[in-house]
């Protein structure tokens, strides 16, 4: 494992269909970025229990929060090593059989040493990461984060220890004996896509004078 390659390692190694598997930094962290978010798994009391929640990449290591009293995140903590995975989901790649047949996707799995973040300045600093991650520029025209809200925060955070990537693109494998089949096959891409804000209409926004804040519209105006 070179300086920026995160795996293979004894929990990333790929093994079904290991051509697929990306292990450099660079790939892992770009899916990692894209993913709107995470599923973390843990041993809860003995039995294996996975929630969805979302997540926040520094460098080498991912932010989860939740309720302190999430079962999970505790059990996480507890343990203090964390598994956390992602999926994009690029859409349909449609052979001529449906067993060929498949999704085009990019996931990553991570593996790491995963710790309690306490400080309550640091806890400040990485949840409103978690606002801007969310919405990049949301963070700045929201109020600040009230005290009681921050201690009904729990902030873990997940060394980025090992990881590795599977991406699964381009045309099916179908064998040469389905080929001259009058089947058609192909892939058909998949996006997220953002419509038209919808307003509240409650309190101050009940006039309808508020703008769309430059964060939505940024976000509007993607490809």
Known sequence: MTSDELGPGPHTRVRRLPAKARYDDDVIYAILDEARLCHVAANVDGVAMVIPTLHAREGRTIYLHGSPSNAVMKAVVKSGVACVSVTLYDGLRLARSGFESSIAYRSVVVFGAATQVTDDRDKAR???????????????????????????????????????????????????????????????????????????????????????????ARLLDRP
């Open 126 to 216: 990485i949840l409103d990461l978690f606002v801007d991650v969310i919405l990049p520029g949301r963070a700045n025209e929201v109020r600040p984060m009230l005290d009681a809200e921050r201690r009904l925060t729990m902030v873990v955070a997940v060394a980025i220890d090992e990881a590795s990537a599977k991406v699964s693109s381009g045309p099916t494998d179908d064998p040469d004996e389905d080929i001259e089949l009058a089947v058609w096959s192909g892939t058909v891409p998949a996006r997220l896509r953002f419509d038209t804000p919808i307003p509240d209409t409650n309190g101050a926004m009940a006039k309808g004078d508020i703008a769309v804040p430059p964060s939505v």
